[in-house]
């Protein structure tokens, strides 16, 4: 499997999904107009090759599908993401065995892990050009501006890096960057991401954070960064679970923090606690301007390492689809044996990519009690640290295709009293980029119990559903070519309806 950024152009582009311009093309809005583009019709991902005031190549869209995000991590179909996610769940909450069909799986999983270990790389292609002090120039990079009233460019697929400085464990995450000056930029983070963790630890010992941003490198890493891990694991131990070998890693010129050794661009600076910047406006994933954060911390950039030639990894944010949903769609799958080992009863569950893969969720169960639902709903928050910021949780039963929106609205329609069945929990901590809560950073959760219903939820007897009669059905199989219709190419639902596969 590819091991680099490289590795996997070359691979997409002998599958047709790679398209090189060599026309010059700016990155000022230009760069991410045309990407968008190909986007929104699944078209192939993009290599600018002759980018406007920078001497570096652009590669966007690069996750732009799903099908390409599967390839990425070494398959063919979203479907096997799920055996991966049963390898990460046994990790995730280890639990002992109890027969030795179990045993033996845990003992795959924990030779997988051992082959996962990441290396070391003494000469690695990432620093094979070294710029430190006066000669970091950030604006050589081909730094792109989305939307016209973004305040500046942004970094949006680096990989930053940095240190709990008590348990020496490292936090990988995708964080956005905004440009301050030549060797400053600001940082827009969550107060939940581990990295907010490691600064808030450095600034009790008044210490400065260091951090590395590691920039085009292979969609694995990037997967395993945003794949939700324990505290105590690292994402290259995952990165390497996913490629099925340990990730090279190389250790910084100027910081004491290790980066994967193949990345094209690697940015070595530090946090001073307190020292913040203006950050924003900047187009966010939620598909308005983020607001202006007077206090966003502030790095700075002291030296600068790349490849000979390197090519420059982004994307962008805003309303969907864009490349992050694709890649949170193909997380879906790798979530849900991770949710099932949590919760026990969730059957299948499904972040809608209209709702920004994460503000909502439809949840299916094998209800069995009355409050079932409720319970599960609640459970679903608790489960994962992202998940405490799902705004709407649908609980439905397990006969639902909770992947096809018309199921999922029939069973709403029909099943829910909305004084009984819709339950609200206030102010809780809350996404400040939701610009629909009325205070910042706190929020109300929703959840909708859309289960048949039993008693006591319900005193009245509740109907049968209309189902057609088997023996006829049957019949209708058997002579269907009769009909004329055999010629027919028919689907339950039409893919293209909805942009995303129903099964």
């Known amino acids: 499997m590819a091991k680099d950024l490289r590795d996997y152009l070359t691979f997409i582009e002998q599958r047709g999904q790679l398209r090189r311009i060599s026309a010059l093309v700016d990155p000022h809005l230009e760069i991410a107009e045309i990407a968008n583009r190909m986007l929104q019709q699944g078209g192939p991902a993009l290599l600018f090759e002759n980018v406007k005031g920078s001497p570096y190549p652009v590669a966007v869209n690069v996750m732009g599908t799903v099908e390409r995000v599967c390839w990425g991590l070494g398959m063919e179909n979203p479907i096997e993401l799920e055996e991966l996610g049963k390898k990460l769940a046994i990790l995730y909450q280890p639990r002992p065995p109890k027969k030795l069909s179990q045993a033996i799986e845990l003992g795959k999983v924990l030779f997988d892990v051992a082959k996962a270990k990441p290396g070391r790389d003494f000469l690695p292609s990432c ?31 680096g990989l930053m890096i940095t240190k709990d400085c008590e348990t020496k464990i490292p936090n990988i995450g995708v964080y956005r960057l905004q440009l301050q000056s030549k060797n400053t930029m600001t940082v827009q983070w969550l107060s939940v991401r581990g ?12 210490q400065k954070l260091e951090v590395a941003v590691a920039i085009g490198v292979h969609p694995l890493v990037i997967l395993a960064a945003a794949t939700p891990l324990p505290v105590d694991l690292s994402e290259w131990l995952f990165a390497g679970l996913y490629g099925g070998s340990g990730l090279p890693l190389a250790k910084c010129k100027t910081v004491d923090l290790e980066v994967p050794a193949d990345s094209e661009f690697v940015l070595e600076g530090t946090i001073t606690p307190g020292e913040t910047g203006i950050d924003g406006p900047a187009g966010d994933h939620m598909g308005y301007y983020g607001g202006v954060n007077e206090k966003a911390p502030l790095i700075h950039f002291h030296c600068v390492t790349h490849r000979k030639d390197p090519i420059y990894l982004t994307t962008f944010s805003g309303r969907p689809p864009k490349e992050d949903a694709m890649m949170a769609i193909a997380l879906n799958r790798i979530y849900t044996p991770i949710l099932r080992q949590q919760v026990p009863e969730i059957v299948d569950f499904f972040l809608p990519m209209e709702a920004l893969s994460y503000k909502a969720a439809v949840i299916s169960i094998d209800k069995a009690y009355p409050g079932q639902a409720r319970r599960a709903a609640l459970a679903f928050w608790s489960a994962l640290p992202q998940f405490s910021y799902t705004k709407f949780v649908i609980v439905v039963d397990k006969s639902i295709n909770i992947r096809d929106p018309r199921q999922v609205v029939w069973a709403i329609s029909s099943k829910v009293d909305p004084a009984r069945d819709v339950f609200i929990l206030p102010d809780n901590p809350f996404d400040s980029l939701d610009f629909a809560t009325e205070k910042r950073g706190l929020g109300s959760k929703m959840g909708i119990d859309a289960t048949t219903k039993v008693y006591p939820e319900t005193d009245r007897p509740w109907a049968d559903m209309l189902e057609p009669d088997p023996e006829t059905a049957a019949m209708v199989d ?26």
């Open 195 to 206: 990295a907010t963790r490691h600064l808030r630890k450095a600034a009790e010992r008044g």
């Open 478 to 503: 058997r002579r269907w070519a009769e009909y004329g219709l055999a010629d027919l190419q028919l689907s339950e639902v039409d893919p293209n309806l909805f942009g995303y596969d129903i099964r």
């Open 127 to 157: 620093q094979q050009v070294v710029l430190r002090d006066d000669a970091v120039d950030l604006t050589q990079l081909p730094l792109l501006q989305v939307y016209p009233g973004d305040a500046n460019k942004v970094v949006t697929m």
